[in-house]
């Protein structure tokens, strides 16, 4: 019966003594994330596990056949022919997930008064309730957990009843969004208003499309790329529609919303470049995190640290409420110094963490380091042949030297000044000497978020010391292309693929060749819109190859099929 299913069908094999609920049946037979999985009496095979449970079916047969049941009585506890068969299948070396039922039911009774008891059971709990519970994310932000996930579970039940997927429901928060940044460009009050609710309703949608993927196991690789990447450009798009309509009020805010999505980019890079370094590192414990974990203990403390982090839930409630009430000047200055401070204390207990725990990090840490990096060609040379000098702490020095003398150029030579062509050349070559050996030092994680402070702050300042029609807001346009990147090289590194190809990265110049361009136009150009222009074709030219190479990926076979239930960013 299974061979002549045909080859690209999942396949589920359930005794007919089952009794359980639905949803422990439907958590192992039709997530889509895992190849194989079971519960008791249950088990099913996607295409590429397929060959290994025919596998497992004829040597099981063989086994018994002999009088040798497969799997002692000691290892499987499953007896059923669905158990016997997942017990087969992990002994010859592939993954069957087990799904955490908690209070549901799944067993395959003996004799009737088991069948009885476990009717009894599957009677005494409510499974749509648990199925409505386990659609909220177990650990995320106080204003998302006692805001918004307490209806918008129900959003999404509603959503799944009537056939819609999560990918639609994310769709219609980015454009739920992109009108919110719309009426925020018109520059009224009536406009600011309408943007602080569209914004609240676009973070509604984009919680409630996580929550129809768990509520209906509809998992996928697009959706997991474009909750990632629509989160980012919504927020943006918003901090563009900000700046716009105050211009339209006589108040030029550009900078600011540059500044603020630079800092949130960094901040976000800071966070993955620290998890990225350290998720599998060897004797990874410290007492700063030991001090954490027993301040996750107490109640209060939890949701006051995630509070002050400025998740996205408290981020978007702040600036949705700001906006309606006050001026786009004050979201901004509000925006930057929350994050400020929330970038401060975040990277302050990370650096506590590295500097007191005696880890030794891996040959894979390492390898996504240098990727986070984004090191161009001038960089990739100074590291083959350049100095490589040693030292625990010489990579992070040796960028920030690097990093420190190119913004003192950009903030205190004059615009377009030879000595800031210098400093990012001597930036350049800092860059390479950075990477040039491993990435294992205990505060190597911060080699990645210096480079990107480094490039998106020398736009930004030569472009506001320009004093150029459009010059800001082409540079808010260049960081947005150039932090898209960024973050599609997080992505597919969270998605065990590795970063974007090279060829991608020697196109755009990587960070070094890139912010060594921007100072040479700055300096070349010094007309009236000379420089505006050359920063928009840049900021095309980069935004084209990018999306079209990272569309082409995550649509491609290869692209990794995980969803992202990681913290709030």
């Not at 009108?179 to 009224?188: D, F, L, N």
């Not at 768990?214 to 989160?231: E, V």
């Not at 700055?522 to 990018?546: D, P």
């Not at 990926?553 to 913290?567: I, L, M, Q, R």
Request: net charge positive.
């Amino acid at each position: 019966m299974l061979a002549a299913v045909p080859a690209a069908h999942r396949v589920a094999l359930v005794d007919p003594r089952f009794v359980g609920h639905r949803h422990a049946l439907r958590l192992a037979l039709t997530d889509p994330r895992f190849a194989a999985a079971a519960v008791p009496g249950a088990l099913t095979a996607q295409a590429e596990a397929r060959p290994a449970l025919i596998g497992a079916l004829r040597a099981t047969t063989d086994a018994v056949g002999a009088g040798v049941p497969a799997g002692g009585t000691a290892t499987v506890t499953d007896r059923t022919v669905p158990g016997r068969l997942a017990a087969a299948m992990e002994a010859g070396g592939t993954e069957v997930q087990r799904p955490e039922l908690g209070s549901l039911v799944a067993t395959v009774p003996a004799d009737e008064t088991a069948r009885a008891a476990a009717r009894t059971d599957v009677e005494a709990v409510d499974d749509e309730a648990v199925r409505l519970r386990s659609a909220v994310k177990a650990r995320d932000g106080f204003f998302t957990t006692h805001f918004i996930s307490p209806y918008s579970r129900y959003i999404a039940r509603w959503c799944a009843r009537r056939g819609l997927t999560p990918n639609q429901v994310t769709t219609a928060s980015l454009l739920t969004a992109l009108i919110a940044a719309g009426c925020a460009a018109t520059g009224t009050r009536g406009g600011y208003v309408a943007a602080g609710v569209l914004l609240l309703f676009s973070f509604v949608l984009d919680c409630t499309d996580g929550q129809l993927a768990r509520y209906s196991l509809q998992y996928s690789t697009m959706g997991a790329w474009l909750d990632a990447t629509f989160d980012r450009a919504k927020e943006y798009a918003y901090y563009a529609g900000l700046a716009l309509g105050a211009a339209r009020g006589g108040d030029d805010v550009w900078a600011l919303a540059l500044g603020a999505m630079v800092l949130q980019s960094c901040r976000h890079i800071i966070d993955f470049s620290f998890n990225e370094a350290n998720h599998d590192a060897v004797a990874n414990s410290s007492p700063t995190a030991a001090l954490s974990d027993k301040l996750d203990s107490v109640g209060w403390t939890v949701w006051l640290r995630r509070m002050i982090v400025l998740p996205i839930g408290e981020r978007w409630a702040m600036i949705a409420v700001l906006t309606a009430v006050t001026t786009p000047r004050i979201v901004f200055y509000a925006l930057l110094i929350g994050c400020a401070f929330a970038a401060c204390y975040t990277t302050a207990g990370r650096l506590l963490r590295s500097l007191t725990r005696k880890a030794r990090r891996t040959d894979r840490a390492a390898r996504a380091l240098a990727d986070l990096a984004d090191s161009g060609p001038i960089a990739q040379l100074i590291a083959a042949r350049g100095p490589k000098p040693g030292g625990a702490w010489t990579a992070p020095v040796v960028a920030l030297v690097g990093t420190g003398a190119l913004i003192a150029a950009a903030l205190q030579q004059p615009f377009g000044s030879r000595q800031t062509v210098i400093a990012a050349a001597f930036y350049a070559v800092c860059s390479g000497i950075a990477v040039a050996r491993p990435l294992k030092g205990a505060l190597d994680w911060l080699v990645p978020p210096v480079f990107r402070a480094a490039e998106y702050c020398t736009v930004l300042i030569l472009a506001a010391r320009s004093d150029l029609d459009g010059a800001l807001p082409a540079a808010f346009g260049l960081v947005s292309a150039v932090a898209y990147h960024h973050y599609d090289t997080v992505y597919r590194i969270r998605g065990g693929t590795g970063a974007p190809p090279q060829w991608l990265v020697r196109t755009i110049g990587g960070h070094e060749g890139r912010t060594l361009v921007v100072a040479v136009l700055a300096a070349a150009l010094t007309g009236a819109s000379g420089f505006t222009t050359a920063l928009t074709v840049l900021a095309v030219a980069v935004a084209v190859i990018v999306l079209v190479e990272s569309i082409r990926f995550w649509v491609s076979s290869g692209a990794p099929a995980v969803h992202d239930e990681g913290e709030p960013a």
